[in-house]
């Protein structure tokens, strides 16, 4: 059985880095085609994808946002990493990892319970 | 870059037939996949690569995919089905993913 669970600050100031870990069990990161994944959810609004890595360290980020984020993985650990940098109030979301093992393509067959994740002075 | 548009509602009344579309150019040569998302939950895989059903979801749920739409199609629809609707696509040309609008199913 795959799980999947965020953590990290639930509020964070203007101009601050979030750093969010995903901790999961029932699969390996060292597999091959199996990635992990972050998406977001502002309040209210749509999903947004944000970033991906896989097995074999290949990392993906969404163009909008690839200046400002970071994904490592600590295979070991079973963790994967997220770093946003220079966080706004609009950055304020639920930010949910989600496991894909359908490279190249992304599927996102589990995912956490997600994390609330506000901006403000 | 790549838009996937959807209707921001659907209603339908209970034991009918619900359809969600997803319009994108050309989409029918791209594999879609759709999420559900309950209130307070978070979403959930209910059809992959354009009609591929996950363990465990009903057959009520089908998919399909064709020139510029994708459409989710769940029949005999159920009060739990109730919930917002998402479309999925991977764009290998700008190695990007991307979401739908999402659609808000209403069970009357």
């Known amino acids: 059985q795959i799980t999947l669970k965020e953590s990290g600050p639930t509020l964070v100031k203007p101009t601050q880095t979030l750093t969010l870990t995903c901790s999961f069990s029932g699969f390996s990161l060292s597999t091959s085609g199996v990635g992990v994944g972050w998406i977001r959810q502002p309040p209210g609004k749509a999903l947004e994808w944000l970033a991906l890595?896989?097995?074999?360290?290949?990392?993906r980020y969404s163009p909008s946002l690839k200046t400002r984020l970071t994904i490592t993985k600590d295979t070991s650990r079973n963790q994967v990493v997220l770093t946003m940098t220079n966080m706004d109030p609009v950055d304020t979301a639920t930010f949910y990892c989600?496991?894909?093992?359908?490279?190249?393509?992304?599927?996102?067959?589990?995912w956490g319970q997600g994390t609330l994740v506000t901006v403000s002075s | 870059s790549y838009v996937l548009t959807q209707p921001p509602s659907v209603s339908v009344a209970p034991g009918k037939t619900a359809s969600i579309s997803c319009g994108g150019n050309n989409i029918g040569s791209k594999a879609v996949h759709w999420y559900q998302q309950k209130p307070g939950q978070a979403p959930m895989l209910v059809i992959s690569y354009d009609t591929d059903r996950p363990s465990g979801i009903p057959e009520r749920f089908s998919g399909s995919n064709s020139g510029n739409t994708a459409t989710l199609t769940i029949s005999r629809v159920e009060a739990g089905d109730e919930a917002d609707y998402y479309c999925?696509?991977?764009?290998?040309?700008?190695?990007?993913?991307?979401f739908g609008g999402g659609t808000k199913l209403t069970v009357l």
């Open positions: 989600a496991h894909s093992e359908t490279y190249p393509h992304v599927v996102l067959d589990s």
């Open positions: 890595i896989y097995w074999n360290d290949e990392m």
């Open positions: 999925q696509v991977w764009d290998r040309n700008i190695d990007h993913v991307i």
